[in-house]
């Protein structure tokens, strides 16, 4: 008897072993997914938008009003929460909304849905949600679609300035719009690019001089980067170039303008300054 029962405990504790053994896990196969993850990208203007969910079927069920309830909190999908991220601000349904990552919520009526965007993106679905994380909360009419079997994402009828943010599935689709101010991060862009054309030109001098390059050459670039914005770095360079060709007089000159330049800069002052201040006293 104690033979039977040791020989049954045996023949337990190795079926357990098999079903935890990772080598038994390894070869499961890898099977699809009730309700697949899905991603959609969409650049607008200057803003990369993006929404991740997981892609729920039909599968000959009632969706509305059963599957999903109506007036009752809904994760905008399967498994985890919807999610919707924006590199820059945009408007959601009209309200302002700032760059960053969402978990998009909803309330399905018969007539009327509140779709919510939350800052908690790491919602197990409605579980935990807060209500007071909210950033935006929108009331909106859905309308007939063709059938669609799978719950899908679609980005519609964008422009540089705004997009469409469809959710289809049955036999309907509700359209949320989306909008950026491209205009003004255009203009910060070409600003800043035009603050900046003194470089190419400052960096190809800078080559030059510490390369034993044509030393006339980088001089040329170096007045060209000054033309177009007068820094210290640009100025240090052109009295470095021309320290080298032998005019000490213009170089202390350039010198003397790079340490006016250079006062409210701290990489200068802590980095360059008593280089600078050395060099001025060795050329007079």
Known sequence: ???????????T????????????????PELPAPSPQARVEQRVGLTDFAISYSSPGVKGRKIWGELVPF??????????ATTLEASGDFTF?????????????????????TVILNSQADLPGTRGYDEAKNVASVKLQPTSSPARERMTFIFSNTTDDATRLDLEWADLRLS?????????QVEAKISDALDNA??????????LLDNDGDLDRALGY??????????WWNTWVKAQILAKQGDKAAAVAAATKAQELGKSDAIYTEFFADQVAKSVASWQ
């Open 198 to 207: 003194w470089r190419p030109h400052f960096a190809s001098a800078r080559w």
């Open 13 to 28: 504790c190795a079926l357990a072993a098999l079903l935890v053994s990772p080598v038994l896990a390894q070869t499961a």
């Open 1 to 11: 008897m104690r033979f039977k029962l040791n020989l049954h405990m045996a023949v």
């Open 93 to 113: 349904g009209g309200v302002k909304v700032a760059a960053g990552k969402y978990a998009v919520l909803s309330i399905p009526g018969k007539s009327e849905w």
């Open 222 to 231: 170096i007045k060209t980067s000054e033309s177009i914005k007068a820094t």
């Open 176 to 184: 949320i719009p989306m909008g950026v101010d491209t205009a003004p």
């Open 71 to 80: 007036d009752e909190l809904w994760r905008t999908g399967a498994n985890r």
